[in-house]
């Protein structure tokens, strides 16, 4: 990949590429070996469909009805009903940036040189991506098995001119007309394609990723915000020392410690504990937070195992098997297989969900604590300027609680259900759309708790006057106060500065602020 183009070829992809063509307009290109591949196999799948014996996909319908062998005179029509009939999605649309990702997964499976389209497919797919048109697709009508076929098929809707479709300029117009604006024909499935359009992991596994680089920026700012409530406590920096974590050797756990202390280095604030109100140990959301946060590291490193595993797969059913892997019989052959099941997915976008509403929790038991005068060691109620004539941060923390708590219910796993279909032929199914579409929600509602945590611990290292914060927080509250989350003071209307704070949080602004003090953060 360079500044513009992501070169798609035989070999899968990259977390990277996915990222830059769904959220930063990357331009795609096939690479050689990918049009080699998409040749040879096509070749394969014309030769079998020129054969009297049945084949699945090239020469069967599909589902429980492939008992059914279809002439050559029907197999267009075939194709071309499958996308029409499988494009049955309800509810709202899906975001522009799932519906990229999803469209450039199933282009990366069409490279592999494993399902038998014909190259003019996938050119036709890469021009669509590339001129900015995308399909609408909606919220229900994947089951996370037989891959995520209504969505696909929206998807290869578009390729047919068929359908609506959003234009690069954000209106929904028929696919034909956006099509015939950006100089683009219409495909004409051949046997085999419209199948192989459909029948992927692609939804899940787009939005996988995504949520992978957004929870790795939140796993640090989480860092950060607890490291500020530390401060912003009194609280005492020593269970943050390396050897207490080298005697449990989690590596999440090691980092989140370690970007911790780089945040209180040269902090003024820190080692108050035996002051006034002595206390031996601070809370369990203080001094667990190295525990907490880097659980939820470790949880996401092997989610990006498997993302890696199939960003590095060919997922169709039937597939085409060439060379060595088509057992010694030359020209090779297509088989069906189960690899479109959406299980190796499904349990790790759930299990984010689980350590993103956990660290969620903890990160909200600290902002509670800043906000009770009876826990937070001298700092006033709610932090408000006048308590009493002023109710300070005391409704932030309602909404934060209310955002934790939705997250909860949503950490509930999608993967544990299965409902049967298509007359019990697909009688297990992953639920892993399900759970993707879960976890984006839940993503988003820890960018806001996080933000909440943020505004209350600066406010309240704001308000401990005489003594000196670390110059990360230095750093963090004048950066923070020229983004629009304002300081301590009188109340006013909150809701712009939680909404500047989220912004902070969910850009990366408040990690690079703080690494231009504290060096690079894990």
Known sequence: MDMHNVVVGTSGTTAEDVIAVARGEARVVLGGDALEGLAHAREVVESLAAKPDPVYGVSTGFGALAVRHISPELRTQLQRNIVRSHAAGMGPRVEREVVRALMFLRLKTLCSGRTGVRPLVAETMAAILNAGITPLVHEYGSLGCSGDLAPLSHCALTLMGEGDAE???????????????????????????????????DGMLGMLVMACADLARLFTAADITAAFTLEALLGTEKVLAPELHAIRPHPGQAASAANMLK?????????????????????????????????GRDTLDHARLVAGRELASAVDNPVVLLGDHAGGSGGGRVESNGNFHGAPLAYVLDFLAVAAADLASIAERRTDRLLDKNRSHGLPPFLADDPGVDSGLMIAQYTQAALVSEMKRLAVPASVDSIPSSAMQEDHVSMGWSAARKL??????????????????????????????????????AAAREAGVQGAGPDRYLAPDLEAAESFVRSGALERVVERVTGPLA
Not at 169 to 197: F, N, S, T
Not at 286 to 293: D, E, I, L, N, T
Not at 454 to 470: K, Q, S
Request: with cysteine.
């Open 440 to 477: 984006r929600h839940a993503v988003d509602n820890l960018g806001r708790v996080v933000a909440v945590e943020l505004v209350a611990a600066t406010r309240g290292i704001e308000l401990r006057t005489g003594l000196v914060p670390g110059p990360a927080a230095q750093a963090v509250l």
């Open 263 to 295: 945040v209180l280095a040269d902090s003024g604030l820190t080692g108050h504990h035996q002051d006034d109100a002595p206390r031996v140990q601070d809370a369990y959301s203080v001094r667990c937070a190295p525990q907490v946060a880097g659980a």
């Open 167 to 201: 234009g690069p300029d954000g209106v929904v117009r028929p696919a034909r007309e956006l099509l015939d604006a950006h100089g683009i024909e219409p495909v004409v499935l051949r046997e085999k394609e419209g199948l192989a359009l459909l029948n992927g992991t």
